[in-house]
Structures are given as C-alpha cells and as structure tokens.
C-alpha cells in the first residue's frame, strides 16, 4: 500500500504532479505550454523536464478547474500519476488546499497507486520489479502542521485503503474464497473496535435463514452469515448494513451461459462493501452505532440444489416461489435484511450486485438507489455526489408489487413474469424483508467490477464500489 505525507515543502522526488487552474497565467518562458499543446483544459496533462528549483527531475502538469470539485481533484491526481513515468517518490502541489480537499487528494493517490498482483508468477513478478512501484505521495500544503490538514488526509488514506480491502476481496479467485474462507478473512481483518460473530449452516438452519441455506444448498462449501459490530459509547444512531455475498455464481440449476461466469468472482461485492465500510467507520472513529451482515453462499448446481419451482421459507416467515435459481442475491438478501430489521435500527442500506437490468437502465460505472423512504433515499443520493460515486435514484412502481405478489402457490414470486423493470422488481422483493425501517438499496451490478481497462483512479477488476458513499452517509449521520 502507498504510503501518503504531508508536508510544508517539497522533498527531493522521482516526480511532482503540479496543478495548473484555469484562470493561471502560464510562465511560457520557464516552460513552453503553447508550442507543447497545453491547452488548460480540465483533466489535460503535459509531462515535462522538471524547471529550475523544482526537486524531481520530472513535472507533470495537470490543468483543473477553478472551482474544482472534490472529485475533480480525485481525477486530476489520478490523472497525474498516470501520465507520469515509472517513480517511487511523488510529489503532489495542488496549491492551497480546504480539509475536504485534502481529503480527496489523498484518497485520489491512494486509490490510482493500487495494484493487486499476488497471482502473479516469478518472471512477471522479476519484471515488475524492473520499473519503480509507487511507494510513497507527498501532499504539499502551507498549512501541513496543522492538525485539521493531518486529519483530513488520515480520512482519506483511510477511507482509500478500506475500498482497497474491498477490491482485494473482489479480485481473489472464487476457490479461494468460499464462504467459509471469506468469513474466516473478514475476522482476520477487523478493524479495532469491531466485532465479529460467524453463523455456519447449522446455526443458519437454527436461526431459520432458509433463503441463505437455499442458495447454498447445491455447494460442498455451506454457506455462512457475518454480522460485524461497531458500538463506540457516543453513539446515538444506529445504521445497519447488508450485503450480499455471492463467492461464485454460476447461476445454480438455472446456469449461466459460460461468458456470463468469467466475472461472477465478483459477485461478493456487497458484502465486501459492507465489511470495509465498517472497518473504516471503526477506524476513523466515527459516532455512530453499525451493524452489518455479509450473507454469503456459493451458488453452484448439484443433486442438492435448488430447483426452480421449489418454495422457500424465508427467516421473517414469508414463503418464496423460486422460478430462477440465478436470481440467488435476493434469496441471500432477504434472510439478511430480516435479521437487521429484528435489530430496529434508524436506517438500513444494502449494497448487492443484484440485477444485470441495472446495467441496462444506467450503465456500467453508476449504480441504482431505490428504497421505502423518500428523505433517506435523498440524503443517500446526496452522500454519493459527495464521495464521488455515480448513483441514480430509480423507483418502486406498484405495476412489479402487483407482479411480486402474484404468485399462486406462495406470498411472492422470486422474479417477474415479464423481463421488464428488473431492477424495480428486485427492490420491490428486498422491501418485503425491511418492515418499517427507513430503508435504501443500492444495486451495484454495473460499477462493482470493471473489466475494461484502467481510468481514472479505477484499475481493471474490483472497484470497491460502495464503500466510499456508506462511509460518507455515516459520517452525515453521526
């Protein structure tokens, strides 16, 4: 992991990752920006030999906004880094910086210097080690020993790390983290403060979470529920969190065409989400009370499985015509939403990567808000934009609760009829499991995985989609 300073001055680097606004006049005497095709426009950079008095031998020139927003200055230091050459030491001079600047100027370099190489063989390995790996980013600020600037980066470089272990958790290959493994990783790597409590099959069994044990049932690796605690004294909200945690989905009985597998190591990303949103609200010491519970399973088809037709008793009690075994997020999710409505908290956000319908309505790189309370739905919305993240409020239309209530042999049909408004029917289901908390949803399809090439400060692979936005509408209710 990169390891992010601030500092009053420059030190002697590899590299300085310089900001240029857009209303600055450019020293075209000390470096030649018009002959060399800069034109100041937001997100352009020139690499250049570094100008006299300038400690690294090499400058990049990044042009921003005047009025930059956040995310702006996220993109702009991922921008930067990019563009420069292989170094081990830079340099970030972004001018006179605010707190929540500083922020995500931290988070920008922490999130474009990830790399995850651990399946790498010994040549690939031998020649990586060849280039200079980014070890360490220096943000310049006048006000560095100040302990409001050292807090905000601490946040950020915080806040970056957590969707770090998000994305590592994403990246690892599906037979190294069934169940049973990715519980026995979410112990290991609690943050202090934090709690861990581990349901295997027989106590899922016990405890009468039969949409969990029903995804999980067609699997030699038994499925497993994680609840994480965070209680500090001054608490006086309490957030829960779901997520859902599918180690592989290979679509069970109902099974995906194979493409449609290559990515479902992927498909943990809201439970990863969850876990290492709370792990960053531990560490930064946030008060408020969370609760959060990865559901996990490996959805996969044998003689155990479950067939299509089947009737599930959830842990609320509600029966379940299942009609698609891949469908499984919302069998996993319903289970684990029960139990954090029995905890009645003040709100509860899951994360889920739960319907390709999402990507359809929105894209791949933004992710879908529904939920049962309009004000929350918003303030979630609104802590989103704050942390950078592309979301979309989308509603619950009364045509798919009619749809999801139409079974003739159960309380609710597991997918729609008609292979409209996936998205809308999903959350219509999930809202079944709520009762009367404020309640939001975000689906994650689309940004929790990319695999396209790098941009931003997004790499190939896990995202870490989600934990940002969760760690934000935490810190605005404590």
Known sequence: MVSVSLRPTA?????????????????????????????????????????????????????????????????????????????????????????????????????????FDRYQGTKAREKAAQKPQLSEVSIIASDARKSEAKTAVERGVTIAEAVCQARDWVNTPSGDLRPADFAAQMEAGAAKGVTVTVWDEKRLAKERCGGILSVGRGSEAPPRLVTLTYSPSKATKHLALVGKGITFDSGGLSLKPGASMQTMKCDMGGAAAIVAAVNAIAALGLPIRVTAYACLAENMPSGSATRPGDVITMRNGKTVEVLNTDAEG?????????????????????????????????????????????????????????????????????????????????????????????????????REFTGDISWAHLDIAGPAFNDGGAYDYTPNGGTGAGVRTLVQIASTLA
């Open 11 to 115: 030190p002697s680097s590899d590299v300085v990752i310089r900001a240029i606004r857009a209303s600055d006049a450019l020293d075209e005497d000390t470096v030649p920006f018009s002959a060399l095709g800069f034109r100041q426009e937001a997100g352009q950079t020139l690499v250049t030999s570094s100008p006299a008095g300038t400690k690294a031998p090499v400058t990049v020139f990044v042009a921003v906004d005047d009025e930059a927003s956040d995310e702006d200055l996220r993109r702009a230091v991922a921008a930067g880094l990019r563009a420069a050459p292989p170094a081990r030491h830079a340099v970030v001079e972004f001018g006179a910086l605010e707190p929540h600047q500083l922020t995500a100027v931290a988070e920008g370099a922490v999130l474009t210097a990830y790399r």
């Open 330 to 430: 919302r069998m996993v999710m319903g289970d684990g939403l029960s139990l954090a409505t029995e905890a009645e908290p003040d709100h509860i956000i899951d994360v889920a990567t739960l319907t390709g319908a999402a990507m359809t309505a929105l894209g791949q790189r933004t992710a879908a808000i529904l939920g049962s309370d309009e004000y929350f739905e918003e303030r979630v919305f609104a802590a989103s934009r704050e942390a950078g993240e592309d979301m979309w409020r989308l509603p619950i239309t009364d045509e798919v609760v009619s749809a999801l209530k139409s079974s003739h042999i159960a309380d609710l049909r597991q997918i729609s009829s008609k292979p409209y408004g996936g998205t809308l029917f999903a959350a219509a289901f999930l």
